[in-house]
Every structure is written in C-alpha cells, then in structure tokens.
C-alpha cells in the first residue's frame, strides 16, 4: 500500500473505530480517564488489520502520524488489547493522572506598569473568560497600534474574537498574516502559544527591530481560540474533545470537526460524513457557524491587502504543514519556496530547545486532511503561504504540562522571527 493510500486509510476506518469508545464520568462530572493506558501502536506493517483489530474495545484516538497511531484504552480492555500483539510504546501508564498534572486553571495575573499582563499569564492554563480579559488587556496596553475584532458567532453564540494588530502606516495599511489557534477544542496549547506571539509583538514594538519591521510590513489578525463552545466544554466536561459543540436533526452525536468544513476539499479522504466520527466534515462546507464566520473574514482579508501568511495552530505532532492536506500528489505553485522556508523556520524552532520539527505537504509528512483552513487560505482566499503549525509534545500528546507552555512560546517565537522576516 502507498504512503498516500496508508494514510487515508487509517483516517477513514482509525477514526470511524473511535466512535465506539465510551468515556466514564466522574463524581465532579466530568469525564474521568483515570487508569486510561495510553500507547503509540505502531501500524506499518498492519495497517489492514487495524479495522478488526480495535472491534469491541473501548479506545480513545489521540493522534496519528504516518506509521503510528496514539490511543488510550481502558482498563477494562488492557488484557484483550495486549493480545493484539502490536508493536507499541507506552507513553502513559495513566492518562488521569496526567490531565491532573497539568494543574488548576490559573488566576489572572498583575498588570505592570504598562498595563501589561504579566508574564506569569504562561504558567498556567486559564478558563476562557480570562482568554478574553488577556487580550482585552493586551488590546489596551497597545491602544495606537490595535483593535479588538470579532468575525461571528460560535453554535452556542459566543463571539469568535481576537485582535488586529498595525505598524506605522497605520491599520488595514498592509498585507494580512492571520493566525488562529483552538479549532480543536482540547489543543490548549495552542491559545497559550498564539498569546505568546502577541505578547512578544506588544512589549517589542518600541524596542525591537525585528517586531518593528515584522508589524510595519505587514497587519495582524489574530484569533486565539476559534472553537470557544469546544473550548469551554474541554474545560468543564471533558478534557479530550475535540469538535466544535453543534447539534443536528436526526442524530443524538454532537460536534462538527470545523478543520473538515471549508469549501476546498470538502468531504474527502481524511474526513467523514458520520456525525459520530471525530472527523465529522458536517453536510455542507460552511454548515458549522465557526467555520462560515472565520471563511467570510478570510475573503474580506483578501479583497482587501491580501493575505500573505495564513497558520492555523494545532498540537501536538511537531510538524510543519503545507499545502495540501487534500491531496497528496498536487502541491502549491510556490511549493519549493514554502519548504524551503518552512525548513529554515524548522531549525530557528529547534535552537532554544533542540525540539525537532518535520515538514512538508501535510497530507504526506502527516496525513490525508481534506476541508482544512490552510487548503481553503491557499486556493480560496488567494494566501501566499497557507501553513499548519502542529505544536509540542509528542510523548505528552494533548495533556502538555504547564511548565511547557513558556518553553513551546519561546521556541515558535524563534521560528517566527525569522519567517516573517523572510517572506
């Protein structure tokens, strides 16, 4: 079997054995995974069996990345797993006791003088209305040079919002790089990494070259968490979900992956039509309000200046993606230069910590991936550089321990330092 024809195979029958999997509740009423064993199963030279391999169990998908799959079993089902005999490796003994480790959610910080949250914001994850203070907050220690924005309404009617950022010829002046973070619900990573960005960009703007040059260049449109209801319901109810948290006639499943659901390459290899599956693409693209609201900004972006950089932050396979998740044999025209780049901002990431990053196609360093963000920012939209960045950690998986928020901070902002100068 092919790389290309492997991959979509674990997307389509992995992620269809997922619905299966019941998660207990416990006494807080929130789902408990205390005694979840968590494995990297590799799949190389099974991947057929894999379908038949999981029938009756109980398991949890975490992640997959080419050869390998992450899951976490019960511990009922840890014997009749065992006998499977796959090649595996164990990277939790409990995945409880890991979601406990990553500590409370945190109190808000202290202003300093400038009224700017203090750095200690990254110890900690927050709930999402301290999200939406930090960057109220932020917005208003920086009042010359950004706004608060708001692009539409969550399924729940939250707002999805964020802010826009400017340098010396003042806003809507240049072109756009837009980032979001949180379109999978339980990436708390990426939120917190995004929010480092700014931070960095609001205290360096008077001091700092590479911050001068990078914001007079070009318009920032940053939307931390486009998945809120996902977010907050990761929070309170259970720490794994992923989709946004939209019901549908017909059917008791609840949630639409909203990186399925734009137009390009909607309903291919990499999603599904079942609402159960944590690929749900939904029925129609743009059917999910999160993803209709973030496709109507990104053309009003690219009628304007145009968007020159498009990154939709995810966690936690540490790789670069490019266009396109959709296909894994058509690639962008600028295809050489974006890995070029995407190589040279690979090894700025690695300096602080030596974390390794691939990258590449994302349907050929990752998997099949069809009606994501970046496919629809590359052809739709008219972006020059349609990116996923998939955060650390890969033996942490979702569950990243807090003391690694500052550290996965510090490194991205190496990488982007050094893109957003070379673009």
Same mark, same amino acid.
């Given at each position: 079997?092919?790389?290309?024809?492997?991959?979509?195979?674990?997307?389509?029958?992995?992620?269809?054995?997922?619905?299966?999997?019941?998660?207990?509740?416990?006494?807080?009423?929130?789902?408990?995974?205390?005694?979840?064993?968590? !494995?990297?199963?590799?799949?190389?030279?099974?991947?057929?069996?894999?379908?038949?391999? =999981?029938?009756?169990?109980?398991?949890?998908?975490?992640?997959?990345?080419?050869?390998?799959?992450?899951?976490?079993?019960?511990?009922?089902?840890?014997?009749?797993?065992?006998?499977?005999?796959?090649?595996?490796?164990?990277?939790?003994?409990?995945?409880?006791?890991?979601?406990?480790?990553?500590?409370?959610?945190?109190?808000?910080?202290?202003?300093?003088?400038?009224?700017?949250?203090?750095?200690?914001?990254?110890?900690? +994850?927050?709930? +999402?209305?301290?999200?939406?203070?930090?960057?109220?907050?932020?917005?208003?220690? =920086?009042?010359?040079?950004?706004?608060?924005?708001?692009?539409?309404?969550?399924?729940?009617?939250?707002?999805?919002?964020?802010?826009?950022?400017?340098?010396?010829?003042?806003?809507?002046?240049?072109?756009?790089?837009?980032?979001?973070?949180?379109?999978?619900?339980?990436?708390?990573?990426?939120?917190?990494?995004?929010? +480092?960005?700014?931070?960095?960009?609001?205290?360096?703007?008077?001091?700092?070259?590479?911050?001068?040059?990078?914001?007079?260049?070009?318009?920032?449109?940053?939307?931390?968490?486009?998945?809120?209801?996902?977010?907050?319901?990761?929070?309170?109810?259970?720490?794994?979900?992923?989709?946004?948290?939209?019901?549908?006639?017909?059917?008791?499943?609840?949630?639409?992956?909203?990186?399925?659901?734009?137009?390009?390459?909607?309903?291919?290899?990499?999603?599904?039509?079942?609402?159960?599956?944590?690929?749900?693409?939904?029925?129609?693209?743009?059917?999910?309000?999160?993803?209709?609201?973030?496709?109507?900004?990104?053309?009003?972006?690219?009628?304007?200046?145009?968007?020159?950089? !498009?990154?939709?932050?995810?966690?936690?396979?540490?790789?670069?993606?490019?266009?396109?998740?959709?296909?894994?044999?058509?690639?962008?025209?600028? +295809?050489?230069?974006?890995?070029?780049?995407?190589?040279?901002?690979?090894?700025?990431?690695?300096?602080?910590?030596?974390?390794?990053?691939?990258?590449?196609?994302?349907?050929?360093?990752?998997?099949?991936?069809?009606?994501?963000?970046?496919?629809?920012?590359?052809?739709?939209?008219?972006?020059? =550089?349609?990116?996923?960045?998939?955060?650390?950690?890969?033996?942490?998986?979702?569950?990243?321990?807090?003391?690694?928020?500052?550290?996965?901070?510090?490194?991205?902002?190496?990488?982007?330092?050094?893109?957003?100068?070379?673009?």
């Amino acid at each position: 079997m092919s790389q290309a024809a492997t991959m979509k195979f674990l997307s389509v029958v992995w992620l269809a054995s997922v619905s299966g999997a019941l998660i207990r509740v416990g006494r807080d009423g929130k789902a408990s995974y205390e005694g979840y064993k968590v !494995y990297r199963v590799n799949t190389n030279d099974r991947t057929n069996e894999l379908s038949s391999a =999981f029938e009756g169990l109980s398991v949890v998908e975490l992640n997959h990345n080419g050869g390998t799959v992450d899951i976490a079993i019960p511990p009922e089902h840890l014997e009749p797993f065992d006998t499977l005999n796959f090649t595996t490796t164990v990277l939790s003994d409990n995945l409880g006791a890991d979601i406990a480790a990553e500590g409370p959610l945190g109190s808000y910080p202290e202003l300093d003088e400038n009224g700017v949250p203090s750095i200690s914001w990254f110890d900690s +994850y927050h709930a +999402y209305e301290d999200h939406i203070q930090y960057w109220s907050d932020l917005q208003a220690s =920086f009042p010359d040079n950004s706004e608060l924005i708001q692009v539409g309404p969550s399924f729940e009617g939250r707002q999805i919002q964020g802010i826009h950022l400017w340098g010396s010829s003042g806003k809507d002046s240049k072109p756009a790089i837009f980032f979001n973070g949180n379109v999978h619900a339980r990436e708390w990573i990426t939120s917190k990494v995004v929010e +480092y960005l700014l931070y960095q960009i609001v205290i360096g703007y008077k001091n700092d070259t590479t911050v001068q040059a990078a914001l007079d260049n070009y318009d920032f449109y940053v939307l931390p968490v486009v998945n809120p209801d996902g977010f907050v319901y990761s929070q309170t109810t259970n720490r794994l979900w992923r989709k946004n948290r939209q019901t549908r006639d017909n059917t008791t499943a609840v949630g639409t992956d909203i990186n399925r659901n734009w137009s390009v390459g909607f309903g291919g290899g990499g999603s599904s039509s079942n609402p159960d599956s944590e690929t749900f693409s939904g029925y129609q693209p743009g059917d999910a309000p999160e993803t209709a609201a973030l496709m109507a900004y990104a053309q009003t972006l690219a009628s304007d200046k145009g968007i020159k950089l !498009y990154i939709d932050w995810h966690s936690y396979a540490q790789v670069i993606l490019l266009s396109y998740g959709y296909s894994c044999d058509t690639f962008p025209p600028n +295809y050489d230069r974006q890995v070029s780049l995407a190589g040279e901002t690979a090894a700025r990431i690695a300096q602080p910590y030596n974390t390794t990053f691939e990258y590449g196609s994302g349907c050929l360093v990752l998997y099949q991936s069809s009606g994501n963000g970046r496919d629809y920012m590359t052809d739709a939209a008219g972006a020059e =550089f349609g990116w996923g960045i998939e955060l650390r950690s890969t033996p942490y998986g979702f569950v990243l321990p807090a003391d690694q928020i500052l550290p996965s901070g510090i490194e991205i902002w190496e990488g982007m330092k050094y893109l957003w100068a070379n673009l």
